[in-house]
């Protein structure tokens, strides 16, 4: 299984990214699927998550800002992320949740300038 999170970048404060995860050997439309964030220094915390129903969640110093959506054709799950602050800068992470086991992407880094 493996988990491919891309989209990352440098964006100024009130820019758009658009955070990808791709995964092979695993059906995403079958699992919950998270986003995940770790600041510089700080913990890691929940972004997002999409449940196998289609279900989302959002951290509240996301909502409204960040979307999280699902493609099946494409077996990706996506987080689209508008208004961003510098606070939004992170490396951020996919992960999956079979029910038994856990995988974790690689991260990929959003860091926004004010």
């Known amino acids: 299984v493996q988990l491919q999170a891309s989209g990352g970048g440098l964006v100024q404060a009130g820019g758009s990214l658009r955070l990808s995860c791709a995964a092979s050997?695993?059906?995403?439309?079958?699992?919950?699927v998270d986003w995940y964030r770790q600041p510089p220094g700080k913990q890691r915390e929940l972004v997002a998550a999409?449940?196998?129903?289609?279900?989302?969640n959002h951290a509240d110093s996301v909502k409204g800002r960040f979307t999280i959506s699902r493609d099946n054709a494409k077996n990706t799950v996506y987080l689209q992320m508008d208004s961003l602050k510098p606070e939004d800068t992170a490396l951020y992470y996919c992960?999956?949740?079979?029910?038994?086991?856990?995988?974790w992407g690689q991260g990929t880094q959003v860091t926004v300038s004010s």
């Open positions: 999409i449940t196998s129903g289609g279900s989302t």
């Open positions: 992960h999956v949740y079979t029910g038994t086991y856990y995988y």
């Open positions: 050997g695993l059906i995403l439309s079958l699992n919950a």
